[in-house]
């Protein structure tokens, strides 16, 4: 079953599922001076249960979502453009966004340098990339892949409940 297919049955049960451990991922982001800018994007955006939390500093705030089923759910929310794709060949151009956004998803992603360069790719000089990382479950190997990106350096890292969040800056 590819993840896709997995998500978009997961769907109807995910904000119940899993509302309050993704609320704290954001809450320690925002907390550590973290700030969405005005251009937001979200990959991995799931039912788009943060993006839309995002959304209310934001000019435009869009998520990416490989499932159809997660991102039938997530236009029940206001102020999120929605887009289905994926998170290796976004369908963006370069500099558009201030601050992309991978909040427990980038374990899923096969591509995953690829996926790095296109993240920082989408962010404007000076933006940010944040990503939440599990800490328990996810490739040990996660981490040190996005710290030895050429286009990232790092800002922060910071626990999260079980997870690690790296606040990255573009280069």
């Not at 992309?100 to 990339?129: D, P």
Request: aromatic content about 8%.
């Amino acid at each position: 079953m590819s993840i896709a297919s997995k998500y978009d049955m997961d769907g109807r049960s995910y904000d119940a599922l899993y509302c309050g451990e993704q609320t704290t991922k954001l809450e320690v982001a925002l907390k550590a001076g973290w700030a969405p800018g005005e251009r937001l994007v979200d990959i991995g955006c799931g039912t788009a249960l943060l993006t839309s939390r995002l959304a209310r500093g934001c000019d435009l705030t869009v998520g990416l979502d490989i499932s159809s089923g997660m991102l039938k759910k997530a236009k029940l929310r206001k102020r999120v453009e929605l887009v289905q794709g994926d998170a290796s060949y976004l369908p963006f151009r370069s500099d558009s966004f201030t601050s992309c956004v991978c909040f427990t998803s980038f374990h899923h992603f096969r591509r995953k340098i690829q996926t790095i360069n296109e993240m920082a790719g989408l962010v404007r000089y000076g933006g940010s990339v944040v990503f939440s990382l599990l800490s328990k479950g996810g490739e040990p190997n996660d981490e040190l892949r996005i710290r030895r990106s050429r286009r990232l350096e790092i800002r922060g890292r910071l626990s999260a409940g079980n997870d690690s969040l790296l606040i990255m800056r573009r280069l």
